[in-house]
T-cell receptor
């Protein structure tokens, strides 16, 4: 089955700096790559996703890049704010309904 | 539009008991998926339902089961509870198959 690895497990950045989280996947048949943000006591919230026919997608301060050849994808958050502090999960799957998740990155934005 | 609603929010059971968790998807969403989240194993896929039919099942023992009703609401059941079943159980819905998943806040199950 699919195996998703996520790095780093923790990340601290100064407010206003950029944050980058990286994931690799093992199954070349995976074609859907979402990123979720989870705050304490809440369920994961979808922040951005990308399909395998696209190399990059951007939504305001958040961007995701996908390298199908190398089987890795990354989340980029620019101009970080304290409210960006949370745990971020990457996921991969053959479609959106059976996802394999990474182990999470705890992002702390220091004011 | 209301989000995915899961009840109850917290649950405490003892080993050997069974439990039923409930999920109401976002209005108009017909696909429901369930995930288990633990500190050790992370987020793991349990099963997915669409139009009352189970489409996919993850690698969990038969003690874990689910169903979906005609109004798209879903329940999952865990029988003969074990200590290791303590986890946050998350339900997610999407309008149709292979569309973005929206998660609820989960049911925190503690097995003593």
């Amino acid at each position: 089955g699919e195996n998703v690895e996520q790095h780093p497990s923790t990340l601290s950045v100064q407010e206003g700096d950029s944050a980058v989280i990286k994931c690799t996947y093992s199954d070349s048949a995976s074609n859907y790559f979402p990123w979720y943000k989870q705050e304490l006591g809440k369920g994961p919230q979808l922040i951005i996703d990308i399909r395998s026919n696209v190399g990059e997608k951007k939504d305001q301060r958040i961007a995701v890049t996908l390298n199908k050849t190398a089987k890795h994808f990354s989340l980029h958050i620019t101009e970080t704010q304290p409210e960006d502090s949370a745990v971020y999960f990457c996921a991969a799957g053959k479609g959106a309904n059976n996802l394999f998740f990474g182990t999470g990155t705890r992002l702390t934005v220091i004011p | 539009k209301a989000g995915v609603t899961q009840t109850p929010r917290y649950l405490i059971k003892t080993r050997g008991q069974q439990v039923t968790l409930s999920c109401s998807p976002i209005s108009g969403h017909r696909s429901v998926s369930w995930y288990q989240q633990t500190p050790g194993q992370g987020l793991q896929f349990l099963f997915e339902y669409f139009s009352e039919t189970q489409r996919n099942k993850g690698n969990f023992p038969g003690r874990f089961s689910g169903r979906q009703f005609s109004n798209s609401r879903s329940e999952m059941n865990v029988s003969t509870l074990e200590l290791g079943d303590s986890a946050l159980y998350l339900c997610a819905s999407s309008p149709r198959v292979d569309e973005k998943l929206f998660f609820g806040s989960g049911t925190q199950l503690s097995v003593l």
